[in-house]
C-alpha cells in the first residue's frame, strides 16, 4: 500500500470481521500512509463505530482517532501530514 490516505469498507461485517481488516490493512500500511478510513456507515453502524474507536485508539501504530469526513467515517491517523 503506497496511497496516503486508505480507506476500508466495514459495512455488512460484524465486530470481529472489522478487526481482523483493520488489523490486517494497519500491518500492511507502509510508512507513506497518513490515514487509515474506515467506513462503517452512520445509523446501523453506530455499534462499529464505537467498537473501532475504542479499540484503536490506544493502538500503538495509531496516533490519534479523528473524525471522518462524514458521520460514518471513522479516521485512525497514523502520521499528520
Known sequence: ??????EID???RNRYQAQIAVDAAL???????DRLRL???YRSGAALRD???ARY???PK????????????TELVLREY
Open 1 to 6: 500500500m503506497y496511497e496516503s490516505i486508505v
Open 57 to 59: 485508539a490506544m493502538h
Open 39 to 41: 467506513i462503517h456507515g
Open 51 to 53: 467498537f473501532v474507536r
Open 62 to 73: 495509531v496516533l490519534r482517532v479523528a473524525d471522518g469526513p462524514n458521520p460514518g467515517v
Open 10 to 12: 466495514l459495512h455488512g
Open 27 to 33: 500491518r500492511r500500511c507502509g510508512p507513506a500512509t
